[in-house]
């Protein structure tokens, strides 16, 4: 007879991990499936040049602080590092490379069809973010441009960007620190759907965190939450960023209408032409392979009551963001959403 786990976590980042830290305080048998070769989740695929929002102290998982890095807010290497020897500090039992190609449930019994066989559980913990599930929305024209076009998500650094022409769009942080980077070796431009907003230049992600922290209670307690003076959509004023506003680059052409073979049309009839476009436009949710388990929306979105799944029984989410826990899809914020998520899990399968 084929193992069954009492849970099992489909994807081994900063999701998967703080869960598995809470897991390996009960006696529940468990087991992470991560589809990646190797340790550090999506943190892997990000641009060279990207670093966190906070110091390390403020960017850590459950049980251990992230160790300081000497050079400001650490660096993308620094945080693929740290979830390495986590992994390994723990102990936590992982496959890698697997797949999960789609899950079903049969006599109360998870089934998991995977890339490495078939793997069974009482529960499931879904831990697979957004990095997967790039978003790029439907322009007249996309088709028929003959330049190139890639997401942030694809987008690693500048090397081989000199004398192109490339536009940036997209108002959020990507946006801006990828205008700010790529700024300094081509010709830019940068189109959003509207003006850029900035936080303060003395706000970082300790304070965005403090934020979220105080709308969670709030709303815990039933009470109103007095909306601070954040928005925690606004581009965070990064060192980067920062210079990148000393060059004046950090100026928008406002939106395109349509794609022309060469370039666009912006929307008061000019046209320009690129060699390159570079969407930062955000995610959709990597949920496909809960298909058939539940009907996530256009976006990948299931309906869940904290973390937990409304329409099915024994699946939780955890890390997509707001609808799954304030902050949960950053390393600090996680922690939260997988504790509740363990003690959850826990009640569950003793009832």
Same mark, same amino acid.
């Not at 997967?132 to 929305?137: D, G, R, Y």
């Not at 694809?154 to 022409?165: G, I, M, P, S």
């Given at each position: 007879m084929a193992e069954v786990y009492d849970v099992i976590i489909i994807g081994g980042g900063q999701s998967g991990l703080a869960c598995a830290y809470y897991l390996r305080r009960t006696k529940l048998n468990y087991l992470i499936l991560d589809e990646q070769e190797n340790c550090g989740g999506a943190w892997q695929k990000t641009w060279d040049s990207l670093r966190l929002f906070s110091p390390a102290d403020q960017s850590s998982l459950p049980g251990w602080l992230m160790p300081k890095n000497e050079d400001g807010f650490p660096p993308k290497?620094?945080?693929i590092n740290y979830l390495c020897k986590y992994e390994e500090r723990y102990d936590f039992p992982v496959k890698r490379p697997v797949k999960v190609e789609n899950v079903e449930k049969e006599s109360g019994v998870f089934k998991l069809k995977t890339s490495a066989g078939d793997f069974s559980a009482k529960t499931v913990i879904s831990a697979t973010g957004t990095w997967?599930?790039?978003?790029?929305?439907k322009v007249k024209g996309i088709d028929i441009f003959r330049g190139k076009q890639i997401h942030s998500a694809?987008?690693?650094?500048?090397?081989?960007?000199?004398?192109?022409?490339v536009l940036i769009v997209g108002e %959020?942080?990507? %946006?801006?620190?990828?205008?700010?980077?790529?700024?300094?070796?081509?010709?830019t431009s940068w189109a959003t759907l509207k003006d850029p907003e900035y936080l303060p230049d003395d706000v970082d992600g300790r304070?965005?965190?403090n934020v979220a922290t105080a709308k969670y209670k709030a709303e815990k307690e039933g009470k109103k939450f007095d909306p601070a003076a954040y928005n925690l959509g606004n581009i965070l004023m990064v060192p980067t960023v920062k210079e990148a506003r000393e060059r004046g680059v950090l100026k928008t052409k406002g939106s395109f209408t349509e794609f022309t073979e060469n370039g666009v049309i912006w929307e008061d009839g000019t046209k320009e032409d690129f060699d390159l476009i570079i969407w930062c436009t955000g995610f959709h949710y990597v949920t496909d392979h809960l298909n058939k388990l539940v009907e996530p929306d256009a976006k990948g979105k299931i309906k869940t009551d904290g973390t937990r799944a409304n329409n099915i029984t024994g699946l939780w989410l955890v890390g997509y963001g707001g609808w799954t826990g304030y902050a949960s899809a950053t390393l600090i914020g996680v922690g939260r959403s997988a504790r509740a998520t363990v003690k959850e899990i826990t009640e569950y399968l003793q009832d």
């Open positions: 290497d620094h945080v997967k599930a790039p978003f790029i929305p694809q987008y690693k650094n500048t090397d081989k960007l000199e004398n192109k022409k %959020g942080n990507s %946006g801006a620190q990828i205008l700010a980077e790529v700024s300094k070796v081509t010709n304070v965005l965190f």
